[in-house]
């Protein structure tokens, strides 16, 4: 099984907004946390809730990284994805950034609800003006019929999206897997997976 085409690499992006935005299946869910050990094409991952989950990736799943981006990265004509909460009047406190590679422009463009946290929503679109603050930046960041204003302080995760590779499924790196069902076994199939790399846990 090939986890790591990259001719499908948009489809990981593609089926997290889905699942975040609850138009996939009702039974789907997102699962994060640490891969504790494999098994042949079975992950076991240690969930951010503590509880242990057997996972297998669909054939021809989507599979990405995230590596270490930071704060000065951030320039106006990037195109990223924000996950936030409410902050002050229309402001957005953001919760992580994520860079998008320029072949996936425009995925997911627009303003969705998040998973993440309870009341939190994702922004993806261009970065059209980037702004100092006192403690950080303020971003603007347009899509199709609207825009958002997203403050980033020093302490927000930020990250860039990168290929998927083989050595990125290993004991102790982060992931998040998207779109999971499941099974009668009380094992999980799911759709897509983000991986951390070099020790970088993923902020979404």
Do not use: C
């Not at 975040?20 to 809730?49: F, K, P, Y």
């Not at 994805?81 to 998008?100: N, R, S, Y």
């Not at 969705?112 to 960041?141: E, F, R, W, Y």
């Amino acid at each position: 099984m090939n986890y790591f085409s990259w001719a499908k690499g948009t489809i990981f992006v593609i089926a997290a907004l889905v699942v975040l935005t609850g138009r996939a299946d009702a039974q789907a869910v997102t699962l994060r946390g640490t891969i504790e050990s494999m098994n042949g094409d079975a992950l076991v991952i240690r969930t951010r809730e503590g509880e242990s989950a057997t996972v297998r990736l669909k054939d021809g799943a989507g599979v990405g990284a995230v590596v270490k981006a930071q704060l000065a990265d951030i320039k106006p004509g990037l195109f990223v994805g924000a996950t936030a909460m409410p902050g002050q009047g229309d402001a957005l406190k953001a919760l992580e950034v994520h860079i998008f590679p320029e072949a996936m422009r425009g995925i997911g463009a627009g303003f969705h609800p998040s998973d993440l946290v309870q009341g939190g929503s994702m922004t993806n679109g261009d970065i059209s003006a980037v702004i100092d603050a006192v403690d950080g930046q303020k971003l603007t960041v347009a899509y199709k019929g609207g825009r958002r204003t997203i403050l980033v302080d020093k302490a927000t995760p930020i990250v860039a999206l990168a290929r998927g590779a083989p050595e990125d499924l290993k004991p102790g790196a982060g992931i998040v897997v998207f779109g999971a069902i499941k099974g009668a076994d009380g094992g999980y199939l799911a759709a897509s997976a983000i991986i951390g790399r070099d020790g970088v846990k993923p902020p979404m």
